[in-house]
DNA sequence: CCGTGTGAAGTCCTTCACAGCT
DNA sequence: AGCTGTGAAGGACTTCACACGG
């Protein structure tokens, strides 16, 4: 009713969908909806979002459906959308630096405040106003920072072991883009984002 | 026990994932494997992995396991990755660019044969020896090549446009990367790479 | 005897359908 | 009357466990 007992990935992940949704009726100025209108409009399914409220709690009005803001805004707080992370970024190739323009932006809850690269000619450079580290420092450097998250951004066959080096330094989560099968560690959340993968997975259903 | 009935993405993935993994079997000079030996060394679910096979046939051999070569390009056949797909970019931002360079890599079955951008400045230029075409022209452009795929990297805000820009003009597949739920077209299978929604899970499951 | 291939069991996730609140 | 919140039904995915082939 209250607590979460265990959440699933998948709920959670609807969770930031609908709020991202929400945060669009909000620009265009709804201040209500109902579970079939959203759903419809978005191409969600209505009796699956409300169930996956259903395990924080009880947010609408029956008869009338959600007040957009606050739904929006306790959305927010239980995804602690309200407080920042900090992120460390581990790989300052392109994808790496893509990704590092891409959170610089301030109004987002992630802030990148350490940033670590392999390669002699960009360490000691700065991207915005962060310098960029040595990896073989990710031990000595992330416990000075506040990270928390680290994006690891850096071939696959380097993966594996600054992922190493990330658990030893204290990180508590870590989202990997290199395509591999990281040998994961039981205290560090990792999840993976393999885009090679799910393109692999179009090729599949191509005609020719 | 011969044909996919319907196969499931999860399934799919999984392939792609036990490909990858074969290879490095191979790189490493292994030849044969059991799926339990394949399990524990990559931490994944021998009886799951053989559920897996056994949509698309049998591969093994009873009491001894698979033969890592002949499971590799049976698996490469049939994700139908012994061809090559061709691919358009839309959105040469820093996230596009860093996926069309990480695209050309050619020993990789995917080739990029168009790009755009609404960029004036970069409209014209070329990205390696592909001219980038100015996104209002992808219905007229795409025909004219033999792009199957899109991979759509641009701002959430142009997503929806340049999605039913795309549809229009006959591509099969959409690979999105743009934070954003798309109303999605029947015809064209679309897959989303939702990259912020995996960093909020992780921030979710954070201490403070 | 070992490991695959596979029905059956178990678990997890989604949809249905309706009681109850507004 | 309309819509939420929710038990119960249904479906999808994973694990179990063992018959069978090598």
């Not at 669009?24 to 209500?32: N, S």
């Not at 680290?150 to 600054?162: D, G, K, T």
Request: aromatic share 8%; net charge neutral.
């Amino acid at each position: 009713m209250t607590e979460p007992a265990e959440i699933s990935s998948l709920t959670l992940n609807r969770l930031s969908l609908y709020l991202r949704c929400l945060r669009q009726l909000q620009d265009a100025g709804t201040t209500h909806v109902s579970s079939g209108q959203f759903a419809q409009h978005f191409e969600l399914s209505a009796s699956l979002m409300r169930k996956d409220l259903a395990h924080f709690g009880e947010f609408g009005i029956r008869g009338t459906g959600y007040r957009v803001d606050d739904l929006a805004a306790r959305l927010t707080t239980l995804l602690g959308l309200d407080r920042i992370h900090n992120l460390a970024v581990v790989g300052m190739g392109s994808l790496g630096s893509a990704l590092a323009r891409y959170l610089s932006f301030n109004d987002k809850p992630f802030r990148i405040v350490a940033a670590f690269d392999v390669d002699g000619r960009k360490v000691g450079h700065k991207i915005g106003h962060l310098v960029i580290h040595h990896s073989r420092d990710i031990p000595e450097v992330i416990p000075q920072t506040e990270a928390q998250i680290a994006v690891l951004s850096v071939p696959a066959s380097a993966a594996q072991q600054c992922y190493e080096d990330l658990t030893v330094s204290g990180i508590e989560a870590v989202l990997n883009f290199a395509p591999t099968q990281l040998k994961q560690h039981p205290a560090v959340r990792t999840k993976s984002v393999d885009f090679q993968i799910n393109l692999e997975e179009l090729a599949y259903f191509l005609s020719s």
